[in-house]
């Protein structure tokens, strides 16, 4: 099963995304987490120790320019477009309470060489783990898809958009949702998070027509208080732990699973 | 003047955007806000009518491909490093309650040609608009400032990070003061928001020693109610309208500003 995971900033992608993967690990699956959002922290919401001694794929410049054949800090114009990378998963990622996680990092934009080396590597990466690798992969992207190819988007069993009351995110939803038909990713389903009200569950489901919900995750103080006091927000709360494993139930019955493997 | 706003995404950079836009404007300035985050809509936000027309500077093939010397949908080896931009400020914004708008737009990552060129224009651009208009210039941006190089980062009067009462925020918000320091944005203060309680702004001040704090904006459930009635969410909360005033004074006391143009 692969899962992608994006919604505007601040919506909850990367809470999902780690009490998704807890979920699944729990069931007996094997899990890679990717943090593919450069503005998240998978890692500390996941309770990694050390969270932010994890080096992100993108910083490793030794690594991009064998992989690639680029020289570090020279102009890429040229370079492989189909770098090896079969070996990231084992050798570049941490692992705890059963869940393996990659790091992606942030790709700086603009300047003359325009990063196309780094850029290349982690689309590679992200092609490699969601259409030749096995087990459960729960991708945390950031408020777009571009990081998908068409080649790639169509191995996602899943684009989850999450969405909060609140029309920034609706309109976000509406543009991934559309970036996702053009490159051919059509099962797309949506989460609510920050529910308190019947009202809120019904604007947002007023407001996305012809949107699968997979679940509406209520607002609990005790996810904001447990973030303050620096404990992973996702122990905190009960019944936002209930409400992910109704989603974690509503994946496994609308996408083809393959059998837990450990 | 020149302020630059950035922050993780959902802490209300565009709310404070749009805000600022207003209070300069209504002071006699002449404003130019930028919406360059392309996960924000700042046209809405300013009550800008049709803000769904506008079209963004990244989506203009032709334009790109006019100013840059490429080919609309090659790759872009070469291409203009400087190309003319000095007329789009007049040709290619909207115009509002005396604010003058323009909305950069998302560029596309990946892929062999690495959209290159349209980044390009869009530093070229953002250049220009830092270092050669007399306007107050106010910049969305998202939770990173890669569109400024050395050398524009310079002209930025004030970098202002958002952050709110949560963990996230404040990563992303020494992450973005360890960036602007690389590049020599040395004039870097903080806006507390969503505060609820002492506490809340307590928690900011000591997890960020040696910031200076602009301001603390309240949280107001007027403002999450006016956005899902669809109305201007920042003309409907006077606590936070303000608030907005104190930063405007306290960014004219701390900063060099221009004589008001009208």
């Keep these: 099963m692969k899962i992608a995971i994006s919604g ?17 690990a729990e069931a007996g699956y094997s899990v890679i987490a990717i ?12 309770g990694f120790p050390e969270a932010d001694k994890i080096t992100p794929i993108s910083q490793m410049k030794e690594l991009i320019a064998e992989r690639t054949g680029t020289q570090p800090g020279q102009a890429d114009i040229f370079f492989k477009l189909n770098p090896k990378v079969d070996d990231f998963p084992e050798k570049y990622s941490a692992k705890h309470d059963g869940i393996r996680l ?4 942030r790709v700086k934009k603009g300047g003359t060489g325009c990063y196309c080396s780094e850029n290349t590597l982690l689309q590679a990466l992200l092609a490699h783990l969601l259409l030749a690798r096995n087990e459960v992969v729960i991708l945390d992207m950031e408020a777009g898809i571009e990081h998908l190819g068409r080649g790639t988007a169509q191995a996602v069993d899943k684009l989850i958009v999450v969405v ?3 029309r920034q995110s609706l309109e976000t939803a509406h543009r991934i949702s559309k ?4 490159i051919g990713l059509l099962s797309i389903a949506a989460v609510g998070n920050k529910i308190r009200s019947k ?16 679940g509406f995750i209520p607002y609990d103080q005790a996810i904001i208080d447990a973030d303050l006091a620096n404990l992973p927000p996702g122990d905190s709360s009960q019944q936002v732990i209930t409400e ?3 989603i974690y139930q509503a994946l496994l019955s609308t996408t083809k699973t393959p059998n837990p493997t450990k």
């Design 244 to 246: 992910v494993r109704n």
């Design 164 to 166: 909060e009351p609140g």
């Design 35 to 46: 943090d593919a959002d450069p503005d998240a922290n998978l890692a500390s919401t996941l």
């Design 179 to 182: 970036l996702a038909q053009d």
């Design 199 to 214: 009202s809120d569950r019904e604007f947002l489901i007023s407001s996305m027509p012809g949107f699968e919900f997979l």
């Design 102 to 105: 990659m790091v992606m990092g």
């Design 8 to 24: 505007k900033g601040g919506v909850g992608k990367t809470l999902l995304a780690s009490l998704l993967s807890k979920t699944f």
